[in-house]
């Protein structure tokens, strides 16, 4: 069974500081792989696309990095804010015409001032 | 994001009552997507459409139908509602296949009582 897993559920960290979120899948035969933020009572908001032909995706302070062999993607913040505080989800398609996504569970991001 | 509106945006009814759930998009996107989102579960694909009048099932599809009748419209119905249809429910939208990143709605959030 195609499964995605988020670890940790939950993270705390103060203003400024570095922080890294993980995303593991069990096949690894994936087509691309989408970080997403999700804020209470919202929708998704698409942050990253990253191909299964590429090694990481960029945008501002955001880095996700991906490794299809070992079945593990990162999204690297930088430098957080408390405009960080969000719930990170990551979501893999697999092959096929259907373009159809897999969940994580996420990850709730509190960012304390 | 993607021009994409889900409604109503909140509704509370009683077991064994039809519901119709809309999402309209004015992207012209060719794919849209039903997703429910429950806690411990992440988001699930209930349906999908390819097309006008063209649409298939995800990995929760019992107790839903869906019908896309024009391109910016596709309705997800709960033919009798049942309390562990209580979620909230996603519309998203894709451009295209492959590459193409999903975008999604602010969510309908129901209650069945």
């Known amino acids: 069974k195609q499964e995605v897993t988020q670890i940790p559920a939950a993270l705390s960290v103060p203003e400024g500081e570095n922080l890294v979120l993980n995303c593991s899948f069990t096949?690894?035969?994936?087509?691309?792989l989408q970080w997403f933020r999700q804020d209470p009572g919202k929708g998704l908001t698409s942050l990253l696309l990253i191909q299964s032909s590429q090694r990481e995706q960029t945008s501002g302070r955001l880095n996700a990095s991906l490794d299809k062999s070992s079945g593990r993607s990162t999204l690297y913040i930088a430098a957080s804010q408390p405009g960080d505080s969000a719930t990170y989800l990551c979501?893999?398609?697999?092959?096929?015409?259907?373009?159809?996504?897999?969940f994580g569970t996420g990850t709730l991001l509190a960012v304390q001032p | 994001d993607a021009g994409i509106t889900q409604s109503p945006r909140h509704k509370v009814t009683e077991t064994g009552t039809p519901v119709t759930l809309r999402c309209h998009q004015t992207e012209n996107h060719r794919y849209m997507y039903w997703y429910r989102q429950d806690p411990g579960h992440g988001l699930r694909l209930i349906h999908y459409s390819y097309g006008v009048k063209d649409t298939d099932k995800g990995e929760v599809s019992d107790g839903y139908s869906v019908s896309r009748s024009k391109t910016e419209d596709f309705l997800l119905t709960l033919e009798s509602a049942t309390s562990s249809q209580t979620s909230v429910y996603f519309c998203?939208?894709?451009?295209?296949?492959?590459?193409?990143?999903?975008?999604f709605g602010d969510g309908t959030r129901l209650s069945i009582l």
């Open positions: 096949d690894s035969a994936i087509y691309n």
């Open positions: 998203a939208t894709a451009y295209g296949q492959g590459n193409q990143p999903q975008h």
């Open positions: 979501a893999v398609r697999y092959g096929g015409a259907t373009n159809k996504l897999i």
